[in-house]
């Protein structure tokens, strides 16, 4: 079992920087890959970005590419979201996700992960 609480999130304006967290309980926190995902009002949630158990590999949407990059660190069992160069396209409730099948291997796919958080809002003023 693992549970995540996203944190970080704001009201930024275009251009500017945000820094997402997500910390997660347990001790077996090194044992999953680890995903983001958003979601704006009335669209689907979209996959964002993920990153292997090890951090050796990762993977991001094109939407973000070059823009946004995700890293973990075990010791302290939290993922990072960093965002830079911010659209008010990315205005969206982002939410971490855990997957335990395969941690080795990316999913893009909201219902290979396993766990998530409760989401946490970012807003983008033009």
């Known amino acids: 079992q693992v549970q995540l609480v996203e944190s970080g999130g704001g009201l930024v304006q275009a251009g500017d920087s945000l820094r997402l967290s997500c910390a997660a309980s347990?001790?077996?926190?090194?044992?999953?890959?680890m995903g983001w995902f958003r979601q704006a009002p009335g669209k689907e949630r979209q996959f964002v970005a993920a990153?292997?158990?090890?951090?050796?590999?990762?993977y991001y949407a094109d939407s973000v590419k070059g823009r946004f990059t995700i890293s973990r660190d075990n010791a302290k069992n939290t993922v990072y979201l960093q965002m830079s160069s911010l659209k008010p396209e990315d205005t969206a409730v982002y939410y971490c996700?855990?997957?335990?099948?395969?941690?080795?291997?990316?999913?893009?796919?909201?219902?290979?992960?396993?766990?998530w958080g409760q989401g946490t809002q970012v807003t983008v003023s033009s």
């Open positions: 996700a855990a997957r335990g099948a395969v941690p080795t291997i990316l999913s893009t796919r909201p219902y290979e992960y396993d766990y």
């Open positions: 990153i292997t158990w090890s951090g050796g590999n990762t």
């Open positions: 347990g001790r077996t926190f090194s044992r999953y890959a």
